[in-house]
């Protein structure tokens, strides 16, 4: 069994920043690719920035692109997104997935493990 468990979430302001982690617990995830993603009120789940746990190599969406940063910490299985200049439009609850396998990192059926979300409202 795999637990995923997000924090950092909470109120900002625009131009401000927020630092997403994600710890992950269950499991040995020397194997597991991570990702990030968001979900707005009425909105589908959006793909945001994933990372490869072997090599590092990130991909992040294009809206994204910049401005947050997805890193990892394998000694604490731990998986972070750092957001910068936040935007109104960034207010969504934020989740941490994590893959086991092959498949496309930025669509969200390649995950099978999802943790419970955390909300980050930015203010205008």
């Known amino acids: 069994q795999v637990q995923l468990v997000e924090s950092g979430g909470g109120l900002a302001q625009a131009g401000g920043s927020l630092r997403l982690s994600c710890a992950a617990s269950g499991r040995t995830f020397t194997n597991y690719d991570m990702g990030w993603f968001r979900q707005a009120p009425g909105k589908e789940r959006n793909f945001l920035a994933a990372i490869r746990w072997g090599g590092g190599t990130t991909y992040y969406a294009d809206s994204v692109k910049g401005r947050f940063t997805i890193s990892k910490d394998s000694t604490k299985n731990m998986v972070y997104l750092q957001m910068n200049s936040l935007k109104p439009e960034d207010t969504a609850v934020y989740y941490c997935?994590?893959?086991?396998?092959?498949?496309?990192?930025?669509?969200?059926?390649?995950?099978?493990?999802w943790g419970q979300g955390t909300q980050v409202t930015v203010s205008s």
């Open positions: 997935a994590a893959a086991l396998g092959v498949g496309n990192l930025r669509v969200d059926t390649t995950y099978g493990y």
